[in-house]
């Protein structure tokens, strides 16, 4: 009979997010190595890559693809069921959901109006109704990853350390992990130096920790905070939107320190239902 993730002790729970991590980046660093360094033929036999192409939605897939394993490798079917049911999860202070729906945009409005850019993205010439299908079809691509990096990675961390040194392993790990896209043409991120994503991403994952907790380990959440930072209405403020939010990471870890630096309250459960260690 399969064993939960929460009912191994802590040495079998680091093999967990080791497995995890291991394939989340050979499924993403193969898919997009494959382009980097075997362009022609990959572009021969796939076709260009873009934003929309399958194999990056493969590659960007990867976390929950990794997380699900994890998962069903430990829980069976039936913890795979009740694992998804945190993105039933919605409770949470209000003043979270106010910053997931209104804080975010200001960030990103902000940094584009220091940049002397516009308060929101251009349309494009097609109107409005091409910029509302990319922003519902965004909700399959940056969101999804949640189920790894905030369903397993995020609870399983909280075991060894406290939530704000969590956030920050999960935000390093994830910015490395979209250093390839850095050197792969037909995608965003080959517009983007990598220093301020990175330190973005350290930024965004130490955000969303005291969320995630707040929530009792939402999926729902941390996922609407990711369609946020991806949604096609907010104007490209790089890299300004990532100094607004290593200021306001900052004042959110000052004023939550309390939780963030101790484990008390943490989210320790990938699967509901189960005892914690």
Sequence with gaps: MPVAPEDLPLHATARALLAFLALTFAITWGVIGSYIFLSAEMTARFGQISGSHPLFFLATWAPAIAGFTVVLFSAGLGGLR?????????????SWWGFILLVIPLVFMA???????????????EGVGATVSVMFMMLLLGPIEEFGWRGVAQPLLQRHVAPFWAGVLIGAIWGIWHLPAFYL?????????????FIGNISLAVLVTPIFNAARGSLLLPMLFHWQLINPFWPDAQPWDTWILVGVAALVVWWKREKMFTRAGAVTEVVPGEARP
Excluded at 185 to 197: I, K
């Design 82 to 94: 009740r694992f998804l049911s945190r993105l039933l999860i919605w409770h949470c202070p209000v």
């Design 111 to 125: 940094g584009s109006l220091i940049k002397g850019g516009p308060l929101l993205a251009p349309m494009p010439p």
């Design 185 to 197: 043409t037909g995608v965003v991120f080959a517009q983007w130096s990598f220093l301020p994503f």
